[in-house]
Nanobody
Framework: QVQLVESGGGLVQAGGSLRLSCVTS????????MGWYRQAPGKQRELVAR???????DVPDSVKGRFTISRDNAKNTVYLQMNSLKPEDTAVYYC?????????????WGQGTQVTVSS
């Protein structure tokens, strides 16, 4: 049973920073990629940042330059450093892990952590 446990969310003022952490129950190397998604009320879940097992990253323009994803393989942990936070960053942030087996990709999700940015 794969478990992803997030931590680090909270309330912060605009312009502030937070660091989210996601610990996997097994070896992080068992996943082809790890990422962070977010979902605001009434909106679809969207990609925030993704990092492959090889270390390549994918960060959308909406957060590029402000958010950084990284991983500590020894700790089976992926991080999301969020700087210069804006009220529109307010959402539930979810950790995601991808496991590819042949033509199939299976996604695993954490329980989510709330990030609230006040203006």
């Amino acid at each position: 049973q794969v478990q992803l446990v997030e931590s680090g969310g909270g309330l912060v003022q605009a312009g502030g920073s937070l660091r989210l952490s996601c610990v996997t129950s097994g070896s992080i190397f068992s996943f082809n990629a790890m990422g962070w998604y977010r979902q605001a009320p009434g909106k679809q879940r969207e990609l925030v940042a993704r990092i492959t097992s090889g270390g390549s990253t994918d960060v959308p323009d909406s957060v590029k330059g402000r958010f950084t994803i990284s991983r500590d393989n020894a700790k089976n942990t992926v991080y999301l450093q969020m700087n210069s936070l804006k009220p529109e960053d307010t959402a539930v942030y979810y950790c995601n892990a991808e496991r590819v087996a042949g033509p199939f990709t299976r996604d695993y999700w954490g329980q989510g952590t709330q990030v609230t940015v006040s203006s």
